[in-house]
């Protein structure tokens, strides 16, 4: 695989020669929404460079942080669905990008009647760190010693504590397009922990991307050219399932998977895919005497903790998985018993092997138990 710097430089490049040029091709054509098209100048959307549209997943009010912006184009259709309620951030790293899109920021704005996007310099593998103030910074103390390069590192440690570009726990949704395959294999579990860090608990990612079929052999690996062209980084299908998966995130779905593929090459498939994975299953857990039903149609089903739920079974679950369940997307699935007599957190106690047990009926219908279950005589219940 070429080094970290070599990914960095090629695609720094290709994407600052594409934020001048129209380059063909260079991603997947994407068919977007028409309505949200109308207010965006054609320099941008004749730079889209995108395999997806996240934008279709995000709310009303929403605050959303677009990884990779590019020329803006999915800032600028989120801004639209957000309203004036909501916020855009943009992020991207590359100088000629960033100025392609604050160039239209003003006049998309001033078309919709609100301005609520930014676009910031960073990476989105490091989204502390924020670029702008670096190079403010690098600007007034050139780098030309050991030691001023040691002053660097500790000035960005600081910049990343107290003035992050994306603070912690702050964005409803992270969107992307087309841009997770561009970072270098070794920073992607970085990447993933980034998202997870930014995202506020009950928020989530949507992720469109290129994904393989197969693993991509290093020769392919080792091709700049392939690097930039949204092939040589991409996951795996698994691995990019398995990368939300790793970090924490819960309830991942394939919200589009392209039936046919974007490129072939050497037999093996690039397809563009939306993924869809949920922050906030993190936290204390206890039994309050809560029951689920998992309704099918499959057997039984293993959620991201290891519960696994058959169908047609009185599940006692924790009050975190209780709530959890209750909501997207996994809430049309199950159905919820509360206990007869509810249990205050104060008297929860702790739950034993939570996905394994069967939550008695007396634990939920308690005297409407008796009356319903045939007694044997001597009024001990069966
Ligand atoms: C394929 S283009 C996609 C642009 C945009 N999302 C769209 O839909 O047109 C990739 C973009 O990601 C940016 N990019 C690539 N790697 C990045 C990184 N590690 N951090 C921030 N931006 C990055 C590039 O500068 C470029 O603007």
Redesign the pocket.
């Known amino acids: 695989m070429p080094s970290s710097l070599d990914i ?1 430089n090629v ?2 490049e ?3 020669h ?2 001048q040029t129209r380059v063909e091709a ?2 997947c054509p ?1 068919e977007y929404e028409r309505r949200y098209l109308k207010v965006i100048p054609a320099e941008v959307l004749e ?5 997806g549209d996240p934008s279709k997943y995000v709310q009303p009010g929403e605050t959303v942080l ?9 800032c600028f259709i989120a801004s639209q669905v957000v309203g004036q309620a909501g916020r855009v951030i943009g ?4 100088d ?2 960033l100025a392609l899109a604050r160039k239209h920021q003003r006049a998309v704005g001033d078309a919709l009647g609100y301005h609520n996007i930014e676009f910031r310099k ?5 989204l502390a760190l924020d670029l702008e103030r670096l190079d403010a910074e690098l600007a007034a103390r050139p780098i030309d010693r050991a030691d001023a390069s040691l002053a660097a590192e500790t000035f960005a440690t600081d910049l990343r504590a107290r003035h992050p570009l994306v603070a912690d726990n702050s964005m409803d949704v992270v969107v ?4 997770l ?4 294999s070794r ?1 992607k579990a970085r ?1 993933f922990r980034e998202i997870f860090r930014v995202l506020k608990n009950g928020g989530r990612a949507v992720i ?1 991307d290129i994904v393989s079929d197969q693993e991509i052999p290093e020769a392919m690996q080792n091709d700049p050219e392939l690097w930039s062209g ?1 092939i040589a980084g991409a996951l795996t299908e698994e691995g990019f399932l398995g990368g939300f998966a790793e970090t924490g995130f819960y309830g991942i779905r394939l919200v589009k998977w392209n039936a046919a593929p974007w490129r072939t090459l050497q037999g093996i498939e690039f397809r563009a895919v939306t993924v869809e994975a949920f922050k906030g299953r993190q936290g204390e857990c206890s039994d309050r005497n809560q029951t689920v039903i998992y309704k099918g149609p499959f057997k039984e089903v293993l959620d991201d903790d290891g519960h696994r739920m058959e169908r047609g079974r009185r599940q006692a679950v924790s009050d975190r998985t209780f709530a959890l369940l209750q909501k997207a997307p996994y809430r049309e699935s199950f159905e919820f018993v509360e206990p007869r007599t509810a249990v205050s957190a104060k008297d929860a106690r702790p739950i034993d092997s939570e996905g394994a047990r069967q939550r008695h009926l007396t634990e939920t219908k308690a005297e409407h138990y008796n009356a319903t279950s045939q007694c044997c005589e001597g009024g001990n219940c069966c």
Do not use: F, W
């Open positions: 960095k695609v720094r290709r994407y600052s594409a934020a260079l991603c994407v730079h889209d460079y995108g395999c677009d990884l990779g912006s590019g020329s803006g184009k999915i992020v991207d790293m590359n000629d990008m960073g990476r989105i593998q490091d992307s397009n087309c841009v395959n561009l970072v270098d920073e990447l469109s949204c």
